[in-house]
């Protein structure tokens, strides 16, 4: 069958398959090929602003070396005296522990067999294709997975352990700062601050901090509804 938009002209084409009526064996329904498929809505912006790398652990834990390099001016002194010492700088080692995450997929034939391919009046199910639509959630799942860990890692220093917390929980600034945050920049556009000041003076201080981890890159702010209503 097919179906005329008089105002624009465009034709959408519905082919139609007849299938048995699940209420009715003798009867007869109407099959079209469309599909009305919704899928998941998976946010990625976080992820691609900052290219995370990976590293696969066999271990629960984790150890890694810090080595802190602190500033020393030389001072007067008299010509007969040598001089102050230079201090010396120390290492340390930072140890976290790993948590366990992941998920199992199960299929048996009742999953699949006997059921219709959707859109397909004579068209079933395979293993092949109940597999893969798992295997893709699955996927999909990982990639947010990936999103939310990164986004609470920057809104509240945390590591993201699921609804079910198994794991230990670390605040990572506060464990490799040594200190707690300071307090965050209120960056209010309907006040006669400058906002513009204000970030530049926030982005001066990431841009030092970045340098003393010998790192070099672009600031990037993240901003959410109540900043573009403002």
Request: aromatic share 10%; charged share 20%.
């Amino acid at each position: 069958m097919s179906q005329e938009n008089a105002q624009h002209g465009d034709k959408a084409n519905i082919f139609k398959a007849n299938i048995p009526k699940p209420s009715d064996f003798h009867g007869l329904t109407e099959l079209t090929d469309y599909v009305d498929e919704r899928v998941i809505v998976k946010p990625g912006l976080i992820t691609s602003l900052v290219a995370p790398f990976f590293e696969t652990h066999n271990s629960r834990s984790f150890t890694y070396d810090t080595v802190q390099t602190t500033a020393q001016i030389p001072n007067s002194k008299t010509f007969t005296n040598r001089g102050d010492f230079i201090t010396q700088d120390g290492e340390n080692d930072k140890a976290f522990s790993i948590p366990s995450m992941g998920w199992q997929l199960m299929l048996s034939p009742s999953d699949y067999i006997g059921k219709r391919m959707p859109g397909k009046a004579n068209e079933f199910q395979t293993e092949a294709y109940a597999l893969g639509k798992l295997i893709t959630k699955g996927d999909a799942g990982w990639d947010l997975h990936t999103e939310l860990g990164l986004a609470q890692l920057l809104t509240t220093d945390t590591n993201f352990l699921g609804s079910n917390a198994i794991g230990t929980s670390y605040n990572f600034y506060t464990e490799i700062e040594g200190v707690a945050r300071g307090t965050t920049l209120d960056v209010n556009l309907g006040s006669g601050t400058d906002p513009i000041a204000l970030i530049r003076g926030k982005k001066k201080e990431l841009m030092q901090y970045a340098a003393r981890n010998q790192l070099s890159g672009t600031v990037v702010m993240l901003c959410g509804d109540t900043f573009f209503n403002s």
